[in-house]
């Protein structure tokens, strides 16, 4: 009998072909651009965090890699929001026809603590060597971030209508729009163009006082308590995707519906910029828009180039293993990230930048280091050997 499984993000994974795992829809259809999508957003948050670790020991990395220090959009800013998004997707594509609203209520809470303790595990997996320097010990960041937020979609979805869930966004980006311009109580200036100047900043101060992650009179945190907010809308804008690709329309027709959704989303994010800055440090609501936008018009072409047949993609290829292995990869590169700082990698760059350019040198180690991740995803890929949580 056909077996479904389910990695992190909610999307069912037909296991029943020998040659291959994809996602797949309600209807038992194959999305391989799913799988695909969720690989390349792999992809690039191992190539960006690689590069950054990389940065730290030799600083001449393309900027672009970099996440922008505070207003700004780079390369490297829209791999988070990404994984938001597919999240969303994700919950609508592997939600059950019929299924009665609350049913998995507790599946869900499950689920979402796991990520949060695997996030925990691996956001602090260096204290006990260090206890004094790296005390107190951070309690957020990405899975964290993503288990809060998939708890709290996986919820709502089933609940409510594609109308209802596009107002809950759209009143959550507005409303956090106002949020971040509320008077700060210490009587500073509001600057949202500055590092720390705005309410949510306040607000994690005041929340984690010396655990704050960016520490100071200004500090932040990047994945703080009310910037997840924004994060919630961003997972449901991508459940109403999931949900035309329910519907199973011609692929032609849902895949330039896409990408004139993200065009939208990337104009009215950069409209609204001028008054509500494109910010990662505290997800903006005009960065969600922007960085919504890219994902929307990348699942357009994805889905126009590997949906329009029900074929089984093919194992061990670079998109495939990280995407149906996402959780597996993302906790690997994180546990030999520290191979970027060695001397090693660092001998690697410079003898590439003698040949090239320091900038393009430095993409050397990072190509090696996004190999040995890869080399083991593709082994576990071919013998179906799949990371659940």
């Given at each position: 009998?056909?077996?479904?499984?389910?990695?992190?993000?909610?999307?069912?994974?037909?296991?029943?072909?020998?040659?291959a795992?994809?996602a797949?829809?309600?209807?038992?259809?194959r999305?391989?651009?799913?799988?695909?999508?969720?690989?390349?957003?792999?992809?690039?948050?191992?190539?960006?965090?690689?590069?950054?670790?990389f940065?730290t020991?030799?600083?001449?990395?393309?900027?672009?890699?970099?996440?922008?220090?505070?207003?700004?959009?780079?390369?490297?800013d829209?791999?988070?929001?990404?994984?938001?998004t597919?999240?969303?997707?994700?919950?609508?594509i592997?939600s059950?026809?019929?299924?009665?609203?609350?049913?998995?209520?507790?599946?869900?809470?499950?689920?979402?603590?796991?990520?949060?303790?695997?996030?925990?595990?691996?956001?602090?997996?260096?204290?006990?060597?260090?206890?004094?320097?790296?005390?107190?010990?951070?309690?957020?960041?990405?899975?964290?971030?993503?288990?809060?937020?998939?708890?709290?979609?996986?919820?709502?979805?089933?609940?409510?209508?594609?109308?209802?869930?596009?107002?809950?966004?759209?009143?959550?980006?507005?409303?956090?729009?106002?949020?971040?311009?509320?008077?700060?109580?210490?009587?500073?200036?509001?600057?949202?163009?500055?590092?720390?100047?705005?309410?949510?900043?306040?607000?994690?101060?005041?929340?984690?006082?010396?655990?704050?992650?960016?520490?100071g009179?200004?500090?932040?945190?990047?994945?703080?308590?009310?910037?997840?907010?924004?994060?919630?809308?961003?997972a449901?804008?991508?459940?109403?995707?999931?949900?035309?690709?329910?519907?199973n329309?011609?692929?032609?027709?849902?895949?330039?519906?896409?990408?004139?959704?993200?065009?939208?989303?990337?104009?009215?994010?950069?409209?609204?910029?001028?008054?509500?800055?494109?910010a990662?440090?505290i997800?903006?609501?005009?960065?969600?828009?922007?960085?919504?936008?890219?994902?929307?018009?990348?699942?357009g072409?994805?889905?126009?180039?590997?949906?329009?047949?029900?074929t089984?993609?093919r194992?061990g290829?670079?998109l495939?293993?990280?995407?149906?292995?996402?959780?597996?990869?993302?906790?690997?590169?994180?546990?030999v990230?520290?191979?970027?700082?060695?001397?090693?990698?660092?001998?690697?760059?410079?003898y590439?930048?003698?040949?090239?350019?320091?900038?393009?040198g430095?993409?050397?180690?990072?190509?090696?280091?996004?190999?040995?991740i890869?080399?083991?995803?593709?082994?576990?890929?071919?013998?179906?050997?799949?990371?659940?949580?």
């Amino acid at each position: 009998m056909a077996s479904i499984e389910q990695d992190y993000s909610g999307v069912r994974t037909n296991t029943t072909a020998p040659a291959a795992v994809n996602a797949a829809d309600k209807t038992g259809r194959r999305l391989p651009s799913l799988d695909l999508l969720r690989g390349l957003i792999v992809l690039g948050m191992i190539i960006v965090n690689a590069t950054a670790a990389f940065e730290t020991v030799m600083p001449n990395v393309f900027p672009v890699l970099l996440h922008a220090k505070w207003a700004g959009f780079t390369a490297a800013d829209v791999v988070f929001p990404a994984f938001i998004t597919i999240v969303g997707i994700s919950i609508a594509i592997s939600s059950k026809p019929g299924q009665r609203a609350g049913t998995s209520l507790r599946k869900i809470l499950w689920r979402s603590a796991r990520l949060i303790l695997l996030g925990l595990l691996l956001t602090n997996m260096y204290l006990p060597l260090a206890p004094a320097q790296l005390w107190p010990p951070r309690l957020t960041g990405v899975l964290q971030r993503i288990g809060l937020v998939y708890a709290v979609v996986a919820f709502i979805y089933p609940r409510t209508k594609l109308r209802t869930r596009a107002l809950v966004a759209a009143a959550l980006l507005l409303g956090y729009w106002e949020i971040c311009n509320f008077p700060l109580p210490d009587g500073s200036a509001v600057d949202l163009l500055s590092i720390g100047r705005n309410f949510p900043s306040w607000f994690d101060r005041l929340v984690s006082g010396s655990w704050i992650c960016v520490k100071g009179a200004n500090g932040y945190d990047p994945e703080g308590v009310l910037s997840t907010l924004p994060a919630i809308a961003q997972a449901i804008l991508g459940t109403i995707a999931g949900d035309y690709l329910r519907r199973n329309l011609p692929v032609r027709n849902l895949s330039w519906r896409f990408v004139g959704a993200g065009v939208v989303g990337v104009a009215l994010g950069l409209a609204w910029s001028p008054l509500f800055p494109i910010a990662k440090p505290i997800w903006t609501s005009s960065f969600v828009l922007v960085s919504t936008g890219i994902v929307m018009m990348t699942l357009g072409v994805f889905h126009n180039l590997f949906d329009r047949t029900d074929t089984a993609m093919r194992k061990g290829g670079l998109l495939g293993s990280f995407g149906r292995n996402s959780i597996a990869a993302y906790s690997l590169h994180l546990l030999v990230i520290q191979l970027m700082m060695t001397p090693v990698m660092q001998a690697l760059a410079r003898y590439a930048g003698r040949v090239s350019s320091p900038q393009i040198g430095a993409l050397v180690p990072v190509a090696v280091f996004l190999t040995l991740i890869w080399l083991p995803m593709a082994f576990m890929d071919r013998r179906g050997l799949y990371w659940r949580i």
